[in-house]
C-alpha cells in the first residue's frame, strides 16, 4: 500500500526529466498517486508528456502561470475530470536571463516584475484556484525555494528577492488556508543542475563548492526533494503548515 493511495496530485512545472518536479513527481507515483501535469509550451510539451505517459498519467495541460485564464481553464479541466484535488506542487521559477549576470543594481522594473510575477504571485493565483477543489477534505500546497531568499548567492539576484517574496506567501497562504484544513509550505533545496539552474552563471563552480562544505559532503539530488515532498503533502507532515524546510544536505547550518 503507498502512502498517497488514492489521492490525485497537481505538479506544476515539469521540464524535462532533470526537473526537480519531475523527481518529486517519480516518489509521489512510486507511493500510488494520480498525477496531473502543466506544460508552459509546445516545445515543454513534446518533453512533458512521453514522462507522464511513462508513469501512466493522461492529465497533461498546457498552463503558463502568467496568464490566469490558462490556470483557471488548468484547474477548470481538473474539476471535470477529477471533482477535487488533494494537492498541489509548485515547483516553477523565471527571471530574464540578463537579470542573473549584471549587477543586481542593474534589475529593471520589467525584469523584477516578470521574476516576482512568474516565480512569487502564482503561487497565490494557483491556490485560489486549488482553494475550491480542495474544501472539502482539505490538502497541502508545496512550493520550492532556495537559500537565495534569505542570503546574498552571486548571481541569483532579482530571483533571490522573489524567492523571499514567495517564502512570505508561504507563511501567509498557510495562515489563511488552514481554516480550509490546507497546509502550505516549502522546500529550500540546495542547488542541482536543472535547465533552470544552468541560466545562473558559475553554477558548476557553485555546486563542487557546496559539495565540499555541505555536512554530507555531497550535493542535493533530485530524489532528496522528492523524498521530503512526500513528508510534506502526505500524513507525515498533517501538522505542518508555513514552514521551509531545507533540503540541502545541511549547508545552511554552516558558518564558515
Ligand atoms: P526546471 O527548469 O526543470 O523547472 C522550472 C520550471 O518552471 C519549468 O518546467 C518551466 O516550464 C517552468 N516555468 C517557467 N516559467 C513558467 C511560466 N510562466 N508558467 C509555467 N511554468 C513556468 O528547473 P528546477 O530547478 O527544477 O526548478 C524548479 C523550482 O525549483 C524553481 O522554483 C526553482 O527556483 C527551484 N529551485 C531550484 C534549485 C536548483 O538548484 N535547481 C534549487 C532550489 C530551488
Not at 526537480?20 to 508552459?40: K, Q, S, T, V
Not at 514522462?51 to 483557471?72: M, N, Y
Not at 481553464?73 to 481538473?78: K, Q, V
Not at 505542518?240 to 549547508?251: A, I, L
Request: net charge negative; hydrophobic share 45%; glycine share 10%.
Amino acid at each position: 500500500m503507498g502512502m498517497f493511495d488514492g489521492k490525485k496530485v497537481v505538479v506544476l512545472g515539469v521540464a524535462n526529466e532533470r526537473s526537480i518536479a519531475w523527481g518529486i513527481a517519480e516518489a509521489l507515483h512510486r507511493e500510488g498517486a494520480e498525477l496531473a501535469f502543466n506544460y508552459l509550451n509546445e516545445a515543454l510539451e513534446r518533453r512533458v508528456r512521453p514522462l507522464a505517459e511513462s508513469i501512466g498519467c493522461k492529465t497533461v495541460l498546457p498552463c503558463d502561470v502568467q496568464h490566469e485564464e490558462q490556470i483557471d481553464a488548468m484547474f477548470g479541466e481538473l474539476q471535470k475530470r477529477w471533482g477535487s484535488i488533494d494537492a498541489v506542487v509548485h515547483s516553477l521559477a523565471y527571471a530574464e536571463k540578463e537579470d542573473l549576470s549584471k549587477r543586481f543594481v542593474e534589475t529593471s522594473r520589467q525584469g523584477f516584475q516578470t521574476a516576482l510575477d512568474i516565480s512569487a504571485y502564482s503561487l497565490i493565483s494557483v491556490a485560489k484556484r486549488a482553494l475550491p477543489l480542495m474544501a472539502e477534505r482539505g490538502g497541502s500546497i508545496l512550493t520550492l525555494s532556495y537559500l537565495g531568499a534569505e542570503r546574498v548567492v552571486p548571481n541569483y539576484n532579482v530571483m533571490g528577492v522573489a524567492k523571499a517574496a514567495l517564502e512570505s506567501s508561504v507563511r501567509y497562504l498557510a495562515a489563511d488556508l488552514g481554516q480550509n484544513n490546507i497546509r502550505v509550505n516549502a522546500i529550500s533545496a540546495g542547488p542541482i543542475k536543472t535547465l533552470a539552474a544552468s541560466g545562473i552563471p558559475g553554477l558548476r563552480d557553485m555546486l563542487t563548492a557546496f559539495a565540499e562544505k555541505a555536512p554530507l559532503r555531497r550535493n542535493v539530488t533530485q530524489e532528496d526533494v522528492g523524498n521530503t515532498s512526500l513528508y510534506l503533502l502526505g500524513p507525515l507532515g498533517s501538522g505542518v503548515t508555513g514552514e521551509v524546510v531545507y533540503v540541502d544536505c545541511g549547508f545552511s547550518i554552516m558558518g564558515f
